[in-house]
C-alpha cells in the first residue's frame, strides 16, 4: 500500500481528530513518551489556539502520520510537532512530514 499526503487542513473532523488521537496513543505506548505536548493535543481536538494548521498522512484510509504547525507569535518562533504510527514506521512517513512542514 502506498502512503499518501493529504492537504493542509485548518480544521481536523470529528473523525480525523479521533483517528489521530488514537495515533498518539499508539505512539505514547510504543515510545514511553508523548509524541507532542498538551497544547498539540488540545489543537486535535480543536481546542487550541488560532491559526494550528494540521497535516496528516494516510495509507488505505488509515491515518499513519500526523504533524501539526503552530505559528509563531511575538518572540515565540512557530512551532511543529509530529508523530509517526509505530506499525508505519521506517517508511519515510516522518521524513515526507518533516519535509512538508519545512516547505509550509
Known amino acids: 500500500m502506498s ?8 480544521r481536523l473532523d470529528r473523525k480525523q481528530a ?3 488521537s488514537a495515533l498518539l496513543d499508539r505512539a ?5 513518551t508523548a509524541p ?3 497544547q498539540g493535543v488540545h489543537a486535535v481536538s480543536g481546542a487550541g489556539g488560532d491559526g ?6 494516510t495509507d488505505a484510509h488509515r491515518i499513519v502520520g500526523y504533524a501539526q504547525l503552530q505559528p509563531g ?11 509517526v504510527d509505530p ?6 512517513i516522518g521524513s515526507r512530514l518533516v519535509t512538508e512542514v519545512l516547505s509550509e
Do not use: I, K
Request: proline share 2%; net charge negative.
Open 87 to 92: 506499525e508505519a514506521r521506517g517508511r519515510g
Open 28 to 32: 505514547t505506548a510504543a515510545d514511553g
Open 18 to 20: 479521533a483517528d489521530v
Open 36 to 38: 507532542v505536548s498538551e
Open 73 to 83: 507569535h511575538g518572540e515565540h518562533p512557530a512551532m511543529a510537532e509530529l508523530a
Open 52 to 57: 494550528v494548521r494540521h497535516l496528516v498522512e
Open 3 to 10: 502512503a499518501s499526503v493529504e492537504l493542509w487542513t485548518d
